[in-house]
């Protein structure tokens, strides 16, 4: 098995504040917490962020369910394209009318770490190896 792949490797640096890396670092950890090759899910990544520019909340939500389902399988997310596409939606949905659109709300929200987990995995699609994958760098953030 490879190497984990981090925030790094993706050209992110997840400081307090800084909404954008954060994002993208939650819509990978997303991609990555499926059962489906690394190097798929961070082609998959570059996709939609770097080729299609979907890197906020608000430009994700704007995307039709096909859009996202062709952006996905141009990554070789074609496992689970389609409940993928679904669950994005949904993420980038809560997001913004729970937490306008920012992850740090997410953690401002949270008590402690336990609550943040939990709120986490309400999000649809988002199970504790999401959760593991996302607080291993984002969660020092805010230590």
């Known amino acids: ?47 939609i962020v770097e080729k299609h520019g979907r890197d906020t909340p608000r430009k994700l939500c704007n995307c039709t369910w096909q859009e996202l389902v062709d952006m996905l399988g141009e990554g070789n997310y074609t496992r689970y394209d389609e409940s993928t596409a679904e669950r994005l939606l949904e ?12 992850v740090g709300a997410i953690f401002e929200a949270s008590a402690d770490r336990k609550e943040l987990e939990k709120r986490l995995e309400q999000f649809k699609g988002i199970g504790p190896k999401t959760v593991e994958i996302f607080l291993r760098e984002a969660g020092d953030v805010w230590a």
């Open 91 to 102: 993420m980038c949905k809560k997001l913004n009318e729970e937490y306008g659109g920012k």
């Open 1 to 47: 098995m490879s190497e984990q792949i981090n925030a790094g490797d993706l050209g992110l640096k997840l400081r307090k504040g800084d909404e954008s890396s954060l994002f993208k670092w939650f819509l990978a950890s997303f991609l990555f917490g499926k059962r489906i090759q690394q190097d798929i899910a961070k082609q998959t990544y570059e996709v």
